[in-house]
Every structure is written in structure tokens, then in C-alpha cells.
């Protein structure tokens, strides 16, 4: 099966501009979640979509947010750029919410963001 | 607040030596734990997961873990280690009740030489 995709794969915004990035999950998984990665900081959790509601949210400021649609796509906007918003933002999807189900998660190949 | 740790930020090694990667976590209950592999210009990919029974568990490519409960630590082995191996290892968990989100650590680099 088709495994999780994202679009797009390279983006190069200006500060102060916004950006909104897509996730398409796994065929018949519900849960999404995105991360940020950096090399100093690694991985991040941003926050955790199930069934379109927002499960879980991460350390990061309000300008980082999500939406998952019914057909379980998710998007991340993230307002008001900053330098330091450069980097790979990965999405993972699983079947099962990822606290409390014995489920593993796939990961997409991310987005590459430049923040000029 | 829940943290992983990985000791080793990179490990330089040659074809054929043993690997053990480092990883301990710092809260307790009752945890899923995983190790992802992240090959140069792919994504990350799931090696081995532990969520309950033998804490030795087996994943691809011929590497194994050991879930020490008493230690906080899931580390990682290979007995014998390739080229093909290099690439970057993230240890992850999450607690298996509560609402807690899948915590990384901040990864190992493994390097393999000729």
C-alpha cells in the first residue's frame, strides 16, 4: 500500500510569511502527528490528530497550528515565519491514537522548509 | 518532564564490529518503546518496537534490543555491523496509558568504514 506522502517537499518562504504544509496518511490510518526536526534540537513532537480532533499538542508557540479533514488529511500552518522555523517537518501516521494503542508509526519523507 | 537520552551522539565504527547504541528514558509506567533508523536521504523507517512480553526483541536488517525495566533503558545491538548500516538511530517512547505523545531522542550517527 501507499505509504504516507507530503507536499511539498521543498519549500523557501520569507519571514513573516506563512506556510501551510499536507499530509496524506496511510490508507485506513487515523491518527496523524507532526514533527519538527533540526539537527540541534532532533525530533519534535507537534501535535497529534485522531479522527480530526487534536489529541495532543506539543512545546510550540500558537503560530504552529493543524487540521485533519474527514478523510483523515492533515495540514500544519505555521503564521509568521521566523529563521528559526527552518527545518524537516515530518508527518507519521498510525491506526490507533498513539498513546494507549500498541500501534507504530509511518513516517513520510517531510518537508524541507527555508525560512529566509 | 519525559526525556530520552542517547549517549552516544556518533559512533565511528568498522565493517564487522559489534554495536550497541545506547537509550534510557526517564519516567516510568508502563512504556512502548521503539528504535528508528533514518538512512542518508530517506525517512525515517522503524527498525524494532517493544510493547510488552520478551524485553529481547529482534527487528530488521539483524538488529535487536534489550528492554532493561530496572535500568530505564532499551538499547540497541548488532553483532556485526556494515556499510550499509550508516545512518542516523532515533530510540523513541511513549507511555502506554495517558495522553503522552511519542518522545525522540536526539539521535546517534552511526558511521561504518571500509
Known amino acids: 500500500k501507499a505509504g504516507v506522502t507530503q507536499t511539498p517537499r521543498y519549500l523557501i518562504k520569507t519571514r513573516g510569511q506563512q506556510v501551510t504544509l499536507s499530509c496524506s496518511p496511510i490508507?485506513?490510518?487515523?491518527?496523524v502527528s507532526w514533527y519538527q526536526q533540526t539537527p540541534g534540537q532532533g525530533l519534535q513532537f507537534l501535535f497529534e490528530y485522531f479522527s480530526e480532533t487534536q489529541r495532543n499538542k506539543g512545546n510550540f508557540p500558537g503560530r504552529f497550528s493543524g487540521r485533519q479533514f474527514s478523510n483523515s488529511r492533515s495540514e500544519m500552518n505555521v503564521s509568521t515565519l521566523e529563521l528559526g522555523d527552518s527545518a524537516l517537518y515530518l508527518c507519521?501516521?498510525?491506526?490507533?491514537?498513539?498513546?494507549?494503542?500498541?500501534?507504530?508509526?509511518?513516517f513520510g519523507p517531510g518537508t524541507r522548509l527555508t525560512v529566509t | 518532564a519525559q526525556s530520552v537520552s542517547q549517549h552516544n551522539h556518533h559512533v565511528i565504527l568498522s565493517e564487522a564490529a559489534s554495536l550497541e547504541l545506547g537509550c534510557n528514558y526517564s519516567?516510568?509506567?508502563?512504556?512502548?518503546l521503539f528504535w528508528y533508523v533514518q538512512y542518508p536521504g530517506q525517512h525515517l523507517q522503524l527498525l524494532l518496537k517493544y510493547f510488552s512480553g520478551d524485553p529481547l526483541v529482534k527487528g530488521i536488517k539483524g538488529f535487536e534490543a534489550e528492554f532493561i525495566k530496572s535500568k530505564f533503558s532499551f538499547n540497541l545491538r548488532k553483532p556485526s555491523v556494515q556499510w550499509s548500516d550508516t545512518a542516523e538511530y532515533f530510540c523513541a517512547v511513549t507511555r502506554r496509558s495517558g495522553n503522552t505523545p511519542l518522545v525522540f531522542g536526539k539521535g546517534t550517527r552511526l558511521s561504518v568504514i571500509a
Open positions: 507519521a501516521s498510525s491506526f490507533f491514537p498513539l498513546a494507549g494503542g500498541n500501534d507504530e508509526q509511518y
Open positions: 519516567y516510568g509506567g508502563t512504556v512502548n
Open positions: 490508507s485506513g490510518h487515523r491518527s
